[in-house]
């Protein structure tokens, strides 16, 4: 069993970075630039060069969760000081509710590395350690720059332009098993409410609702907005909309987005909710796929005019759950610092 180094980085705590709300979803990135630019004046000249990427470079939009090698900066081979001030960057981005999941995901490595070993696997890529940190951009303040958290289930993704936090997304998360069967956290859900929330309000509708609702009875393999997709490749929404529903459906369904919305530092996330009422909460769709019983592989998709949410548990007899959060206007930071991304590149290769 591996030890854990990387699971006090990603620790709940309790202090805060004092972002304040600005404007109408941006948010000030004061004290996110003031920790990264501590963070990475405590690496060393080796760590800090693989840290820092160009600010267009082509791979700062593209992304993936498998357990491999990222680039960035290997969390596992930080020393306490930078696990410490990791964590105060982290911090920054994330909420409590959103630091305890990263960590409890982070910590299913074990899980799976025991698992696998007891069934005579090789699980050498199991480790708790291996989650990168990147940055796009030189962190400073007032500045465009981006930064990445990215592992085995997790692909987060933060942007700033001109001071200001212009998207959090895509936000992925998953969970293998999506339901620990045995040893010490046995029944553990990490990603639980995700799953109950949804069934929940499934549950609540009638039949007419339901047969909107439920646009298949086989849910798809995986997720639909996976690494190779764009936000905006989501199409058209699907399923029943909120306009439709009951008012205790529609805060039913509104305690199922927030859960999503609110791994995101609370600002942030209050910031997106906002946009959200502001363009209509009718617009909001719920969509499901596959079984309605425990144990059937299943999918349910949320969808309005500012973000979609998928969540999909099919894998491992239905014990393998993927979530994907993604923003329509402001996924990698939006058009503008996208299309500020793609000028910077084209100057770059006439160099």
């Known amino acids: 069993m591996h030890s854990r180094p990387i699971l006090s980085l990603i620790a709940l705590l309790v202090s805060t970075c004092g972002v304040a709300r600005v404007a109408s979803r941006d948010v000030d990135a004061t004290q996110l630039a003031e920790s990264a630019q501590a963070f990475l004046a405590a690496l060393t000249s080796a760590q800090r060069k693989i840290a820092v990427m160009p600010l267009a470079d082509p791979s700062r939009l593209t992304w993936n969760f ?14 306490l000081p930078q696990r410490a001030r990791a964590k105060r960057l982290l911090q920054c981005v994330l909420s409590n509710q959103g630091m305890t999941k990263v960590d409890a995901i982070v910590a299913l490595e074990d899980v799976l590395h025991g698992i696998e070993t007891a069934a005579g ?12 940190l990147q940055f796009f951009g030189e962190p400073a303040q007032g500045a465009d720059f981006a930064l990445r958290l990215q592992g085995h289930h997790v692909s987060m993704h933060f942007a700033v332009e001109h001071g200001l936090l212009v998207g959090a997304t895509p936000i992925f998360l998953g969970a293998n098993p999506h339901l620990i069967p045995s040893g010490p956290r046995a029944l553990e859900r990490v990603l639980g409410r995700e799953e ?18 439920v646009i298949s009875v086989s849910a798809p393999q995986d997720i639909v907005l996976g690494p190779l997709r764009t936000a905006l ?9 909120a306009a439709l529903m009951t008012p205790p459906q529609r805060e039913q369904l509104l305690l ?10 609370d600002e942030y996330a209050k910031a997106d909710l906002r946009r959200m009422h502001e363009r209509g909460f009718s617009h909001i769709h719920f969509a499901w796929a596959g079984g309605s019983k425990v144990g059937e592989g299943h999918y349910y998709r949320i969808q309005g005019p500012t973000f979609v949410i998928e969540y999909d548990n099919t894998q491992n007899q239905a014990n393998h759950s993927h979530t994907i959060y993604r923003d329509l206007e402001h996924d990698f930071g ?3 610092l996208r299309d500020h991304y793609a000028r910077s590149h084209a100057a770059d290769s006439r160099k």
């Open 66 to 79: 498998v357990p491999q090698q990222y680039p960035g900066v290997m969390l596992g081979d930080l020393d």
């Open 121 to 132: 696997q090789d699980a050498t890529h199991r480790d708790p350690r291996r989650y990168w």
């Open 196 to 213: 109950d929330l949804a069934r929940s309000l499934l549950a609540m509708l009638d039949e007419g609702q339901r047969q909107l609702a």
């Open 233 to 241: 490749d989501a199409g058209s929404p699907q399923g029943l909309s």
């Open 256 to 265: 199922l987005i927030e859960e999503y919305v609110r791994n995101e530092r």
């Open 334 to 336: 939006g058009d503008a």
